[in-house]
Protein backbone atom coordinates (compact mmCIF):
# COMPACT_ATOMS: atom_id res chain seq x y z
CA UNK A 1 0.00 0.00 0.00
CA UNK A 2 1.11 3.10 -1.18
CA UNK A 3 0.46 6.53 1.04
CA UNK A 4 -0.30 9.84 -0.75
CA UNK A 5 2.29 11.96 0.56
CA UNK A 6 4.72 10.15 -0.79
CA UNK A 7 3.54 10.64 -4.21
CA UNK A 8 1.50 14.08 -4.60
CA UNK A 9 5.00 15.49 -6.73
CA UNK A 10 4.85 12.86 -9.19
CA UNK A 11 0.75 14.05 -10.35
CA UNK A 12 0.92 16.28 -12.52
CA UNK A 13 -3.18 16.83 -13.24
CA UNK A 14 -3.86 20.35 -14.89
CA UNK A 15 -6.29 22.47 -13.84
CA UNK A 16 -9.21 21.39 -16.29
CA UNK A 17 -8.23 17.62 -15.58
CA UNK A 18 -9.02 18.56 -11.32
CA UNK A 19 -12.89 18.01 -12.01
CA UNK A 20 -12.95 15.11 -13.63
CA UNK A 21 -10.48 13.25 -11.48
CA UNK A 22 -12.42 14.31 -9.37
CA UNK A 23 -15.59 12.56 -10.18
CA UNK A 24 -13.52 9.11 -10.87
CA UNK A 25 -11.75 9.29 -6.83
CA UNK A 26 -15.42 9.93 -5.96
CA UNK A 27 -16.42 6.61 -7.83
CA UNK A 28 -14.01 4.62 -6.77
CA UNK A 29 -14.27 5.52 -3.26
CA UNK A 30 -17.92 5.12 -3.31
CA UNK A 31 -17.82 1.82 -4.77
CA UNK A 32 -15.11 0.08 -2.16
CA UNK A 33 -12.01 0.93 -3.88
CA UNK A 34 -10.54 3.58 -1.61
CA UNK A 35 -7.19 1.82 -1.56
CA UNK A 36 -6.95 2.93 -5.31
CA UNK A 37 -7.78 6.74 -4.80
CA UNK A 38 -4.88 6.28 -1.69
CA UNK A 39 -2.38 4.84 -4.26
CA UNK A 40 -2.98 7.13 -7.19
CA UNK A 41 -1.55 9.96 -4.71
CA UNK A 42 -2.18 13.78 -4.52
CA UNK A 43 -5.42 13.34 -3.01
CA UNK A 44 -4.72 15.90 -0.17
CA UNK A 45 -5.02 18.49 -3.39
CA UNK A 46 -8.52 17.56 -3.86
CA UNK A 47 -10.05 17.80 -0.25
CA UNK A 48 -10.16 14.03 0.41
CA UNK A 49 -12.76 14.76 3.46
CA UNK A 50 -14.75 16.16 0.51
CA UNK A 51 -14.71 13.70 -1.82
CA UNK A 52 -15.38 11.02 1.38
CA UNK A 53 -18.03 12.49 2.04
CA UNK A 54 -19.47 12.37 -1.50
CA UNK A 55 -19.01 9.11 -1.86
CA UNK A 56 -20.46 8.02 1.18
CA UNK A 57 -23.59 10.71 0.92
CA UNK A 58 -24.66 8.77 -2.51
CA UNK A 59 -26.55 5.51 -2.90
CA UNK A 60 -23.93 2.83 -4.66
CA UNK A 61 -26.52 0.24 -5.69
CA UNK A 62 -26.22 -1.04 -9.09
CA UNK A 63 -28.47 1.23 -11.01
CA UNK A 64 -26.70 4.03 -9.25
CA UNK A 65 -23.35 2.81 -11.07
CA UNK A 66 -25.18 3.03 -14.48
CA UNK A 67 -26.08 6.78 -13.45
CA UNK A 68 -22.71 7.61 -12.25
CA UNK A 69 -21.14 6.24 -15.75
CA UNK A 70 -23.59 7.53 -17.90
CA UNK A 71 -23.64 11.08 -15.83
CA UNK A 72 -19.73 11.48 -16.64
CA UNK A 73 -19.54 10.96 -20.58
CA UNK A 74 -19.60 8.97 -23.45
CA UNK A 75 -16.34 7.41 -22.49
CA UNK A 76 -17.43 6.38 -18.82
CA UNK A 77 -20.71 4.94 -21.00
CA UNK A 78 -18.66 2.92 -23.12
CA UNK A 79 -16.51 1.68 -20.21
CA UNK A 80 -19.65 0.23 -18.80
CA UNK A 81 -20.97 -1.46 -21.69
CA UNK A 82 -17.97 -3.25 -21.96
CA UNK A 83 -18.39 -4.12 -18.14
CA UNK A 84 -21.62 -5.70 -18.91
CA UNK A 85 -20.63 -8.41 -20.82
CA UNK A 86 -17.91 -9.30 -18.53
CA UNK A 87 -19.99 -11.39 -15.63
CA UNK A 88 -16.60 -12.84 -14.90
CA UNK A 89 -15.53 -9.54 -13.31
CA UNK A 90 -18.67 -7.48 -11.77
CA UNK A 91 -21.35 -8.91 -10.22
CA UNK A 92 -24.19 -10.15 -11.37
CA UNK A 93 -26.58 -7.12 -9.42
CA UNK A 94 -24.32 -4.93 -11.43
CA UNK A 95 -24.36 -7.00 -14.38
CA UNK A 96 -27.77 -6.55 -15.34
CA UNK A 97 -27.66 -2.48 -14.11
CA UNK A 98 -25.08 -2.08 -16.85
CA UNK A 99 -26.96 -3.48 -19.69
CA UNK A 100 -29.32 -0.55 -19.54
CA UNK A 101 -26.30 1.21 -20.95
CA UNK A 102 -26.40 -1.18 -24.49
CA UNK A 103 -29.32 0.72 -25.81
CA UNK A 104 -31.25 2.91 -23.30
CA UNK A 105 -29.31 6.43 -23.27
CA UNK A 106 -31.29 9.46 -23.34
CA UNK A 107 -31.13 10.62 -27.20
CA UNK A 108 -29.66 14.35 -28.21
CA UNK A 109 -32.26 17.25 -29.25
CA UNK A 110 -33.31 16.25 -33.01
CA UNK A 111 -32.08 19.74 -34.19
CA UNK A 112 -28.63 18.61 -33.79
CA UNK A 113 -29.04 15.59 -35.78
CA UNK A 114 -30.26 17.77 -38.83
CA UNK A 115 -27.33 19.98 -38.31
CA UNK A 116 -24.77 17.04 -38.61
CA UNK A 117 -26.62 15.36 -41.79
CA UNK A 118 -26.87 18.95 -43.65
CA UNK A 119 -23.04 19.72 -42.54
CA UNK A 120 -21.51 15.91 -43.70
CA UNK A 121 -24.06 15.05 -46.54
CA UNK A 122 -24.17 18.69 -48.09
CA UNK A 123 -27.85 18.59 -48.41
CA UNK A 124 -30.88 19.44 -46.45
CA UNK A 125 -32.31 16.28 -44.80
CA UNK A 126 -35.65 17.01 -46.86
CA UNK A 127 -33.64 16.84 -49.70
CA UNK A 128 -31.53 13.60 -49.12
CA UNK A 129 -34.49 11.36 -47.77
CA UNK A 130 -38.24 11.00 -48.60
CA UNK A 131 -38.95 10.36 -44.96
CA UNK A 132 -36.76 11.17 -41.95
CA UNK A 133 -38.45 10.15 -38.41
CA UNK A 134 -37.22 12.76 -35.77
CA UNK A 135 -37.62 10.80 -32.96
CA UNK A 136 -34.56 8.12 -32.73
CA UNK A 137 -35.52 4.37 -32.68
CA UNK A 138 -32.42 3.44 -30.41
CA UNK A 139 -30.03 5.72 -28.17
CA UNK A 140 -26.23 4.89 -27.35
CA UNK A 141 -23.09 6.64 -25.72
CA UNK A 142 -21.85 7.66 -29.07
CA UNK A 143 -24.21 8.63 -31.67
CA UNK A 144 -28.18 7.32 -32.20
CA UNK A 145 -30.02 6.22 -35.12
CA UNK A 146 -33.50 7.15 -36.67
CA UNK A 147 -35.21 5.41 -39.64
CA UNK A 148 -35.72 6.97 -43.01
CA UNK A 149 -36.66 6.04 -46.32
CA UNK A 150 -34.32 6.94 -49.31
CA UNK A 151 -35.61 9.07 -52.21
CA UNK A 152 -35.55 5.73 -54.59
CA UNK A 153 -37.67 4.49 -51.64
CA UNK A 154 -34.98 2.15 -49.97
CA UNK A 155 -36.33 1.37 -46.43
CA UNK A 156 -32.75 3.04 -44.34
CA UNK A 157 -31.81 3.33 -40.91
CA UNK A 158 -29.59 7.01 -40.40
CA UNK A 159 -26.53 6.70 -37.37
CA UNK A 160 -25.82 10.36 -36.61
CA UNK A 161 -22.89 10.90 -34.32
CA UNK A 162 -22.87 12.36 -31.00
CA UNK A 163 -22.17 16.60 -31.24
CA UNK A 164 -18.95 17.32 -29.65
CA UNK A 165 -18.37 13.74 -28.93
CA UNK A 166 -14.61 13.78 -29.62
CA UNK A 167 -13.21 16.49 -27.53
CA UNK A 168 -15.19 15.08 -24.89
CA UNK A 169 -13.69 11.82 -25.10
CA UNK A 170 -9.93 13.16 -26.11
CA UNK A 171 -10.02 15.05 -22.45
CA UNK A 172 -11.32 11.89 -20.67
CA UNK A 173 -8.21 10.15 -22.06
CA UNK A 174 -5.65 12.48 -20.90
CA UNK A 175 -7.18 11.96 -17.49
CA UNK A 176 -8.02 8.15 -17.88
CA UNK A 177 -3.57 8.14 -19.26
CA UNK A 178 -2.25 10.38 -16.14
CA UNK A 179 -3.93 7.87 -13.54
CA UNK A 180 -3.16 4.75 -15.53
CA UNK A 181 0.30 5.91 -16.04
CA UNK A 182 0.74 6.54 -12.38
CA UNK A 183 -0.44 2.79 -11.58
CA UNK A 184 1.88 1.49 -13.92
CA UNK A 185 4.65 3.05 -12.32
CA UNK A 186 3.94 3.07 -8.37
CA UNK A 187 1.57 -0.12 -7.77
CA UNK A 188 2.45 -3.82 -8.55
CA UNK A 189 -1.06 -3.65 -9.45
CA UNK A 190 -0.25 -1.55 -12.26
CA UNK A 191 2.89 -3.20 -13.67
CA UNK A 192 0.60 -6.36 -13.32
CA UNK A 193 -1.94 -5.52 -15.38
CA UNK A 194 -0.37 -2.47 -17.83
CA UNK A 195 -2.97 -0.38 -17.19
CA UNK A 196 -1.72 1.76 -20.03
CA UNK A 197 -1.39 -0.58 -22.85
CA UNK A 198 -5.07 -1.59 -21.75
CA UNK A 199 -6.35 1.64 -22.03
CA UNK A 200 -4.59 2.30 -25.54
CA UNK A 201 -6.36 -0.59 -26.92
CA UNK A 202 -9.59 0.81 -25.74
CA UNK A 203 -8.92 4.10 -26.88
CA UNK A 204 -8.35 2.84 -30.16
CA UNK A 205 -11.56 0.60 -30.05
CA UNK A 206 -13.44 4.34 -29.37
CA UNK A 207 -11.88 5.58 -32.14
CA UNK A 208 -12.43 3.41 -34.36
CA UNK A 209 -16.02 3.39 -33.47
CA UNK A 210 -16.73 7.05 -33.97
CA UNK A 211 -15.46 6.59 -37.34
CA UNK A 212 -18.48 5.54 -38.99
CA UNK A 213 -16.26 5.16 -42.78
CA UNK A 214 -14.77 2.30 -40.82
CA UNK A 215 -17.69 0.81 -39.44
CA UNK A 216 -19.49 0.88 -43.34
CA UNK A 217 -16.24 -0.95 -44.62
CA UNK A 218 -17.22 -3.33 -41.92
CA UNK A 219 -20.33 -4.09 -43.20
CA UNK A 220 -19.00 -4.46 -46.35
CA UNK A 221 -16.77 -6.94 -45.53
CA UNK A 222 -18.21 -8.81 -42.94
CA UNK A 223 -21.39 -9.52 -45.58
CA UNK A 224 -18.97 -10.67 -48.32
CA UNK A 225 -17.56 -13.07 -45.63
CA UNK A 226 -20.94 -14.31 -44.44
CA UNK A 227 -22.57 -15.13 -47.98
CA UNK A 228 -22.42 -18.62 -47.45
CA UNK A 229 -24.71 -18.39 -44.14
CA UNK A 230 -27.96 -18.44 -45.32
CA UNK A 231 -30.21 -17.44 -42.20
CA UNK A 232 -27.33 -14.63 -40.97
CA UNK A 233 -27.71 -11.27 -42.64
CA UNK A 234 -25.96 -8.59 -42.40
CA UNK A 235 -26.98 -4.65 -43.17
CA UNK A 236 -25.40 -3.25 -46.06
CA UNK A 237 -24.61 0.25 -46.14
CA UNK A 238 -25.68 3.36 -48.65
CA UNK A 239 -22.14 4.44 -49.35
CA UNK A 240 -23.31 7.60 -51.00
CA UNK A 241 -24.26 8.89 -47.84
CA UNK A 242 -21.92 7.64 -45.16
CA UNK A 243 -19.47 10.06 -43.29
CA UNK A 244 -17.54 9.83 -40.61
CA UNK A 245 -19.88 10.99 -39.14
CA UNK A 246 -23.45 9.61 -40.71
CA UNK A 247 -23.48 6.05 -41.23
CA UNK A 248 -26.68 5.08 -43.47
CA UNK A 249 -27.56 1.31 -43.54
CA UNK A 250 -30.03 -1.01 -44.69
CA UNK A 251 -33.17 -1.37 -42.40
CA UNK A 252 -33.70 -4.68 -40.83
CA UNK A 253 -37.23 -5.50 -39.83
CA UNK A 254 -37.41 -7.39 -36.90
CA UNK A 255 -36.63 -7.20 -33.79
CA UNK A 256 -34.15 -7.97 -30.96
CA UNK A 257 -33.84 -11.42 -29.34
CA UNK A 258 -34.54 -10.19 -25.76
CA UNK A 259 -37.69 -9.42 -26.95
CA UNK A 260 -38.90 -12.65 -28.76
CA UNK A 261 -42.16 -13.76 -27.39
CA UNK A 262 -42.68 -17.46 -26.01
CA UNK A 263 -44.86 -18.33 -28.94
CA UNK A 264 -41.90 -17.26 -31.86
CA UNK A 265 -39.07 -19.09 -29.89
CA UNK A 266 -41.11 -22.55 -30.07
CA UNK A 267 -41.38 -21.30 -34.14
CA UNK A 268 -37.74 -20.97 -34.46
CA UNK A 269 -36.76 -23.89 -32.10
CA UNK A 270 -36.91 -26.03 -35.42
CA UNK A 271 -34.38 -23.53 -37.09
CA UNK A 272 -30.94 -24.10 -36.77
CA UNK A 273 -30.20 -20.46 -36.01
CA UNK A 274 -27.81 -21.38 -32.73
CA UNK A 275 -25.82 -23.66 -34.77
CA UNK A 276 -25.61 -20.94 -37.75
CA UNK A 277 -25.01 -18.48 -35.14
CA UNK A 278 -21.87 -19.95 -34.06
CA UNK A 279 -20.40 -21.35 -36.94
CA UNK A 280 -20.35 -18.07 -38.72
CA UNK A 281 -18.43 -16.59 -36.08
CA UNK A 282 -15.95 -19.41 -35.86
CA UNK A 283 -15.48 -18.75 -39.54
CA UNK A 284 -14.93 -15.07 -38.74
CA UNK A 285 -12.57 -15.45 -35.92
CA UNK A 286 -10.46 -18.89 -37.06
CA UNK A 287 -10.42 -18.50 -41.36
CA UNK A 288 -11.35 -14.87 -42.24
CA UNK A 289 -9.50 -12.85 -39.61
CA UNK A 290 -12.35 -10.37 -39.01
CA UNK A 291 -15.22 -10.31 -36.85
CA UNK A 292 -18.22 -8.69 -34.91
CA UNK A 293 -16.78 -8.48 -31.64
CA UNK A 294 -19.77 -7.25 -29.56
CA UNK A 295 -22.84 -10.16 -30.15
CA UNK A 296 -24.28 -8.73 -27.01
CA UNK A 297 -28.21 -9.91 -27.56
CA UNK A 298 -28.61 -5.55 -27.83
CA UNK A 299 -27.05 -6.23 -31.27
CA UNK A 300 -28.73 -8.92 -32.29
CA UNK A 301 -31.94 -9.20 -34.23
CA UNK A 302 -34.60 -12.07 -35.55
CA UNK A 303 -35.90 -10.94 -39.08
CA UNK A 304 -39.18 -10.95 -40.30
CA UNK A 305 -38.56 -14.08 -42.23
CA UNK A 306 -36.77 -15.73 -39.39
CA UNK A 307 -33.05 -14.80 -39.66
CA UNK A 308 -30.18 -13.56 -37.81
CA UNK A 309 -29.33 -9.93 -38.16
CA UNK A 310 -25.95 -8.37 -36.67
CA UNK A 311 -25.64 -4.98 -35.71
CA UNK A 312 -23.59 -2.26 -35.29
CA UNK A 313 -20.29 -3.72 -36.79
CA UNK A 314 -18.31 -0.57 -35.12
CA UNK A 315 -16.15 -3.35 -32.28
CA UNK A 316 -14.25 -5.37 -34.81
CA UNK A 317 -11.61 -7.79 -33.93
CA UNK A 318 -8.82 -8.55 -36.51
CA UNK A 319 -6.51 -12.20 -35.76
CA UNK A 320 -3.38 -12.63 -38.25
CA UNK A 321 -3.12 -16.04 -39.56
CA UNK A 322 -0.70 -17.20 -36.95
CA UNK A 323 -2.63 -16.24 -34.21
CA UNK A 324 -5.93 -17.44 -35.79
CA UNK A 325 -3.83 -21.42 -35.29
CA UNK A 326 -2.86 -20.76 -31.71
CA UNK A 327 -6.71 -19.88 -30.79
CA UNK A 328 -7.98 -22.90 -33.38
CA UNK A 329 -5.32 -24.96 -30.62
CA UNK A 330 -6.31 -23.40 -27.83
CA UNK A 331 -10.43 -23.61 -28.44
CA UNK A 332 -9.59 -27.13 -29.26
CA UNK A 333 -7.65 -27.32 -25.43
CA UNK A 334 -10.37 -25.81 -24.10
CA UNK A 335 -13.32 -27.47 -24.73
CA UNK A 336 -11.22 -30.67 -24.19
CA UNK A 337 -9.99 -29.82 -20.66
CA UNK A 338 -6.63 -30.49 -22.06
CA UNK A 339 -5.09 -27.68 -19.44
CA UNK A 340 -1.34 -28.54 -20.45
CA UNK A 341 -1.86 -28.25 -24.15
CA UNK A 342 -3.54 -24.72 -23.24
CA UNK A 343 -0.96 -23.80 -21.07
CA UNK A 344 1.97 -24.20 -23.49
CA UNK A 345 -0.21 -22.21 -25.93
CA UNK A 346 -1.16 -19.29 -23.57
CA UNK A 347 2.39 -18.95 -22.71
CA UNK A 348 3.65 -19.40 -26.11
CA UNK A 349 1.33 -16.33 -27.64
CA UNK A 350 1.66 -14.17 -24.48
CA UNK A 351 4.70 -12.05 -23.31
CA UNK A 352 6.58 -12.66 -20.04
CA UNK A 353 6.88 -10.17 -17.48
CA UNK A 354 9.55 -10.32 -14.72
CA UNK A 355 6.46 -11.57 -11.93
CA UNK A 356 6.04 -14.44 -14.36
CA UNK A 357 5.02 -17.69 -11.46
CA UNK A 358 4.60 -20.92 -14.09
CA UNK A 359 3.86 -23.42 -11.19
CA UNK A 360 1.08 -21.12 -9.77
CA UNK A 361 -0.07 -20.37 -13.14
CA UNK A 362 -0.51 -24.53 -14.06
CA UNK A 363 -1.80 -25.29 -10.78
CA UNK A 364 -4.74 -22.80 -11.32
CA UNK A 365 -5.13 -23.55 -15.44
CA UNK A 366 -5.52 -27.07 -14.11
CA UNK A 367 -7.99 -26.13 -11.51
CA UNK A 368 -9.79 -24.14 -14.08
CA UNK A 369 -10.01 -26.79 -16.21
CA UNK A 370 -11.46 -29.66 -13.79
CA UNK A 371 -14.18 -27.11 -13.06
CA UNK A 372 -14.72 -27.29 -16.61
CA UNK A 373 -15.25 -30.81 -17.03
CA UNK A 374 -16.98 -31.53 -13.70
CA UNK A 375 -20.09 -29.16 -15.39
CA UNK A 376 -22.85 -30.67 -17.60
CA UNK A 377 -23.63 -29.62 -20.68
CA UNK A 378 -25.73 -26.50 -20.00
CA UNK A 379 -23.71 -25.22 -17.69
CA UNK A 380 -20.47 -25.37 -20.13
CA UNK A 381 -19.54 -21.81 -21.21
CA UNK A 382 -16.31 -22.05 -23.45
CA UNK A 383 -15.95 -17.86 -23.38
CA UNK A 384 -16.35 -18.17 -19.79
CA UNK A 385 -13.60 -20.70 -19.66
CA UNK A 386 -11.28 -18.71 -21.79
CA UNK A 387 -11.47 -15.43 -19.75
CA UNK A 388 -10.69 -17.36 -16.88
CA UNK A 389 -7.60 -18.60 -18.77
CA UNK A 390 -6.83 -15.40 -19.66
CA UNK A 391 -7.08 -13.64 -16.22
CA UNK A 392 -5.09 -16.57 -14.48
CA UNK A 393 -2.28 -15.81 -16.77
CA UNK A 394 -2.26 -12.47 -15.61
CA UNK A 395 -2.87 -12.74 -12.48
CA UNK A 396 0.57 -14.97 -13.00
CA UNK A 397 2.51 -12.57 -14.13
CA UNK A 398 1.71 -13.08 -18.34
CA UNK A 399 0.47 -10.35 -20.77
CA UNK A 400 -1.87 -11.85 -23.08
CA UNK A 401 -2.85 -10.78 -26.47
CA UNK A 402 -5.79 -8.53 -26.68
CA UNK A 403 -7.06 -11.01 -29.14
CA UNK A 404 -7.34 -13.99 -26.41
CA UNK A 405 -9.48 -11.65 -24.25
CA UNK A 406 -11.87 -10.31 -26.65
CA UNK A 407 -11.90 -14.15 -28.15
CA UNK A 408 -13.50 -14.87 -24.44
CA UNK A 409 -15.85 -11.85 -24.50
CA UNK A 410 -17.30 -12.72 -27.60
CA UNK A 411 -17.93 -16.10 -27.08
CA UNK A 412 -19.55 -15.55 -23.39
CA UNK A 413 -21.54 -13.27 -25.28
CA UNK A 414 -22.12 -15.47 -28.22
CA UNK A 415 -23.05 -18.50 -25.71
CA UNK A 416 -25.59 -15.94 -24.09
CA UNK A 417 -27.57 -15.65 -27.04
CA UNK A 418 -27.41 -19.35 -28.23
CA UNK A 419 -29.07 -20.46 -24.99
CA UNK A 420 -31.80 -17.77 -25.76
CA UNK A 421 -32.20 -18.48 -29.21
CA UNK A 422 -31.98 -23.18 -28.12
CA UNK A 423 -31.95 -23.67 -24.60
CA UNK A 424 -30.63 -27.55 -25.33
CA UNK A 425 -27.66 -25.61 -27.88
CA UNK A 426 -24.68 -27.86 -26.88
CA UNK A 427 -21.91 -24.74 -27.61
CA UNK A 428 -19.16 -27.23 -26.50
CA UNK A 429 -20.26 -30.34 -29.43
CA UNK A 430 -20.61 -27.22 -31.72
CA UNK A 431 -17.04 -25.99 -31.47
CA UNK A 432 -15.72 -29.38 -31.82
CA UNK A 433 -17.80 -30.27 -34.48
CA UNK A 434 -16.93 -27.15 -36.75
CA UNK A 435 -13.53 -26.62 -35.42
CA UNK A 436 -12.67 -29.47 -37.50
CA UNK A 437 -14.30 -28.39 -40.56
CA UNK A 438 -12.11 -24.83 -39.84
CA UNK A 439 -8.75 -26.74 -39.63
CA UNK A 440 -9.15 -28.28 -43.24
CA UNK A 441 -10.44 -25.23 -44.69
CA UNK A 442 -7.53 -23.50 -43.01
CA UNK A 443 -5.12 -26.17 -44.34
CA UNK A 444 -6.38 -25.90 -47.79
CA UNK A 445 -6.30 -22.00 -47.47
CA UNK A 446 -2.69 -22.49 -47.29
CA UNK A 447 -2.57 -24.54 -50.38
CA UNK A 448 -4.57 -22.02 -52.32
CA UNK A 449 -3.17 -20.49 -55.68
CA UNK A 450 -1.52 -16.99 -53.66
CA UNK A 451 -0.16 -19.94 -50.78
CA UNK A 452 1.83 -21.55 -53.34
CA UNK A 453 2.97 -19.07 -55.12
CA UNK A 454 4.39 -17.24 -51.98
CA UNK A 455 5.97 -20.53 -50.84
CA UNK A 456 7.72 -21.08 -54.71
CA UNK A 457 9.03 -17.11 -54.16
CA UNK A 458 10.29 -17.79 -50.87
CA UNK A 459 12.08 -21.32 -52.43
CA UNK A 460 13.46 -18.71 -55.27
CA UNK A 461 14.69 -16.28 -52.87
CA UNK A 462 16.70 -19.16 -50.61
CA UNK A 463 17.75 -20.81 -54.16
CA UNK A 464 19.35 -17.75 -55.94
CA UNK A 465 20.71 -16.53 -52.46
CA UNK A 466 22.73 -19.68 -51.26
CA UNK A 467 25.77 -19.40 -53.83
CA UNK A 468 26.57 -16.27 -52.58
CA UNK A 469 25.89 -16.65 -48.66
CA UNK A 470 28.00 -20.00 -49.09
CA UNK A 471 30.73 -17.98 -50.57
CA UNK A 472 30.74 -15.69 -47.86
CA UNK A 473 30.68 -18.45 -45.31
CA UNK A 474 33.55 -20.17 -47.27
CA UNK A 475 35.61 -16.69 -48.17
CA UNK A 476 35.22 -16.31 -43.65
CA UNK A 477 36.95 -19.72 -43.19
CA UNK A 478 39.85 -18.96 -45.59
CA UNK A 479 40.24 -16.11 -43.97
CA UNK A 480 40.09 -17.29 -40.53
CA UNK A 481 37.00 -14.83 -40.17
CA UNK A 482 34.64 -17.33 -39.17
CA UNK A 483 34.19 -17.74 -35.32
CA UNK A 484 31.31 -20.06 -33.55
CA UNK A 485 30.01 -19.02 -30.54
CA UNK A 486 28.63 -21.82 -28.37
CA UNK A 487 26.32 -20.68 -25.41
CA UNK A 488 25.84 -23.42 -23.40
CA UNK A 489 23.71 -23.27 -20.09
CA UNK A 490 25.79 -24.62 -17.08
CA UNK A 491 28.86 -24.70 -19.12
CA UNK A 492 31.30 -24.99 -16.03
CA UNK A 493 29.14 -27.71 -14.68
CA UNK A 494 29.55 -29.69 -17.54
CA UNK A 495 33.72 -29.04 -18.13
CA UNK A 496 34.16 -30.12 -14.85
CA UNK A 497 32.35 -33.29 -14.81
CA UNK A 498 34.11 -33.90 -18.23
CA UNK A 499 37.30 -33.43 -16.24
CA UNK A 500 36.40 -35.88 -13.25
CA UNK A 501 35.51 -38.45 -16.24
CA UNK A 502 39.07 -37.54 -17.94
CA UNK A 503 40.81 -38.39 -14.58
CA UNK A 504 39.10 -41.46 -14.03
CA UNK A 505 39.55 -43.22 -17.28
CA UNK A 506 43.89 -42.06 -17.32
CA UNK A 507 44.20 -43.66 -13.59
CA UNK A 508 42.20 -46.64 -14.70
CA UNK A 509 44.56 -46.71 -17.65
CA UNK A 510 47.83 -46.26 -15.65
CA UNK A 511 46.74 -49.09 -12.86
CA UNK A 512 46.05 -50.92 -16.04
CA UNK A 513 49.93 -50.11 -17.58
CA UNK A 514 51.20 -51.31 -14.05
CA UNK A 515 49.47 -54.87 -14.04
CA UNK A 516 50.91 -55.63 -17.35
CA UNK A 517 53.95 -54.43 -16.38
CA UNK A 518 54.58 -56.22 -13.34
CA UNK A 519 52.96 -59.37 -15.02
CA UNK A 520 55.92 -59.13 -17.95
CA UNK A 521 58.53 -58.30 -15.15
CA UNK A 522 57.71 -61.93 -13.60
CA UNK A 523 59.10 -63.38 -16.06
CA UNK A 524 62.81 -61.66 -15.67
CA UNK A 525 65.00 -63.21 -12.85
CA UNK A 526 66.56 -60.54 -10.70
CA UNK A 527 69.09 -60.74 -7.44
CA UNK A 528 66.49 -59.13 -5.12
CA UNK A 529 63.41 -61.43 -4.95
CA UNK A 530 59.87 -60.69 -2.13
CA UNK A 531 58.10 -64.43 -1.70
CA UNK A 532 60.17 -65.94 -4.73
CA UNK A 533 59.06 -63.23 -6.79
CA UNK A 534 60.97 -60.32 -8.59
CA UNK A 535 61.25 -57.36 -6.42
CA UNK A 536 60.05 -54.68 -9.27
CA UNK A 537 57.23 -56.97 -10.61
CA UNK A 538 55.85 -56.98 -6.54
CA UNK A 539 56.06 -53.00 -6.11
CA UNK A 540 54.15 -53.04 -9.64
CA UNK A 541 50.88 -54.97 -8.17
CA UNK A 542 50.76 -53.54 -4.79
CA UNK A 543 50.69 -50.08 -6.53
CA UNK A 544 48.56 -51.31 -8.87
CA UNK A 545 46.68 -52.97 -6.28
CA UNK A 546 46.51 -49.49 -4.22
CA UNK A 547 45.72 -47.54 -6.84
CA UNK A 548 42.56 -49.44 -7.27
CA UNK A 549 41.66 -49.20 -4.14
CA UNK A 550 41.57 -45.71 -3.67
CA UNK A 551 40.02 -44.98 -7.27
CA UNK A 552 36.54 -47.72 -5.98
CA UNK A 553 36.68 -45.44 -2.93
CA UNK A 554 36.79 -42.25 -4.93
CA UNK A 555 33.89 -43.58 -7.30
CA UNK A 556 31.91 -44.89 -4.36
CA UNK A 557 31.99 -41.26 -2.21
CA UNK A 558 31.11 -39.30 -5.17
CA UNK A 559 28.61 -41.67 -6.03
CA UNK A 560 27.22 -41.19 -2.27
CA UNK A 561 27.42 -37.12 -2.25
CA UNK A 562 25.19 -37.37 -6.04
CA UNK A 563 22.49 -39.05 -4.20
CA UNK A 564 22.08 -36.64 -1.30
CA UNK A 565 22.64 -33.53 -3.49
CA UNK A 566 21.68 -33.87 -7.03
CA UNK A 567 22.53 -30.48 -8.00
CA UNK A 568 26.12 -30.71 -6.96
Not at 6 to 35: N, P, Q
Not at 196 to 204: A, N, Q
Not at 346 to 351: E, M
Not at 531 to 543: D, K, S, T, W
Request: overall charge negative; charged content about 25%.
Amino acid sequence: MYCADEYISDMKFSTSHVKRYKEIATLLWKYGRSDLVQQMGGIETLDPDAIKVAATSQDAGPEQLADDLEAMGPTYVKLGQILSSRPDLIPEPYLKALVRLQDKVKPFPYEDVEQIVHAELGVRISKAFSSFDPKPIAAASLGQVHSATLRNGRSVVVKVQRPGIRKMIAEDFEVLEEIAGFLDAHTELGRRYQFLTVLEEFRLTILQEINYEYEAQNLARLGENLKEFPLIQVPQPVNDYCTRHVLTMDQVSGCKITALSPVVRIELKDRPLAEELFRAYLKQILLDGLFHADPHPGNIFITTDGRIALLDLGMVGHTTPGMQENLLKLLMAVSEGNSELAGDIVIRISQKTELFKPAEFSRHLGQIMALNLNQNLRQMNVGKSLLGVSRNAIDSGLMVPSELTLLGKTLLQLDEVGKILDPEFDPQASIRKNVSELMVRRMGKNFSRAGVFTSLLETKDFVTGLPGKLNRILDGISNSDLEIKVKATDAKTIVDGFQKIANRITAGIILAALIVGASMLMRIQTSSEVFGYPALAIICFLAAAGGGVWLLISIFRQDQKIKKDPQD
